[in-house]
């Protein structure tokens, strides 16, 4: 069965691009979940999404924004990059917490890169 | 505020050997869970294993086990036999059932010796 996939493995963009991030949920998991791996600020929640809708944000600005779609495959969009976004972004998925199994499977990451 | 702290930035370990490693939580929550996850060179985020608060039993995967003081909100990780493959970055975690983000420690870099 196949885990939780993202793309692309890299990014490369420039200060006040904009980035979109993908993510693919292992089958059968409805909740997908987004953080940020910067060096020295460890790992940090920035958004969660069940069944289409946004259900918990992390405290970032609003240029970190996202969307999930009818097959629970997510998008995350930073506008205005600022040379700070520069981080691994990980993806995690998991049924639903009401379910109780609420076990996170993180995907490989994108390494985001502003120049 | 939800907090774990992890104290040791890092620890090196002789192959074959025990290592412990070490988290502490705060939470006022009285319904929660804590996880281990592995994080490799390849960066992989991988799960250990996983504790759910109102278990008294602390949770064994092989050669991995927890020791998990509720009272202390403490959840120390015990790697028995470690192998070359043990080598990676550490994260302790912690959610609530209701809010499922996951808040990290900053994680511990351990390195197993050949």
């Known amino acids: 069965e196949a885990g939780v996939t993202q793309s692309p493995t890299h990014l490369i963009k420039t200060r006040g691009q904009q980035a979109t991030l993908r993510c693919s949920p292992i089958s059968g998991h409805t909740s997908v979940y987004w953080y940020q791996q910067a060096l020295g600020l460890g790992l940090q929640f920035l958004l969660w999404?069940?069944?289409?809708?946004?259900?918990n944000r992390g405290n970032f600005p609003p240029r970190f924004s996202g969307r999930q779609f009818p097959n629970y495959s997510s998008e995350l969009n930073v506008n205005a990059l600022e040379l700070e976004d520069s981080a691994l972004y990980l993806c995690?998925?998991?049924?639903?917490?009401?379910?109780?199994?609420?076990?996170?499977?993180f995907g490989a990451g994108t390494r985001l890169s502003v120049l | 505020a939800q907090t774990v702290t992890q104290s040791q930035p890092e620890m090196s370990v002789q192959e074959a050997e025990t290592v412990t490693l070490s988290c502490t939580y705060d939470?006022?929550?009285?319904?929660?869970?804590l996880f281990w996850y592995k994080q490799p060179p390849s960066r992989q985020m991988i799960l250990v294993i996983r504790?759910?608060?109102?278990?008294?039993q602390n949770a064994t995967e092989n050669r991995f086990s927890v020791n998990f003081q509720k009272a202390a909100k403490s959840f120390s990780l015990k790697i028995s036999d470690s192998q070359l493959g043990d080598t990676a970055m550490y994260f302790c975690a912690f959610n609530t059932g209701a809010n499922s983000k996951l808040t990290f420690g900053k994680g511990i870099t351990l390195s197993v010796r050949p």
């Open positions: 939470t006022s929550e009285s319904n929660y869970y």
């Open positions: 999404y069940d069944e289409g809708e946004e259900r």
């Open positions: 504790q759910e608060a109102y278990k008294q």
């Open positions: 995690a998925s998991s049924f639903p917490p009401v379910t109780g199994k609420n076990i996170q499977y």
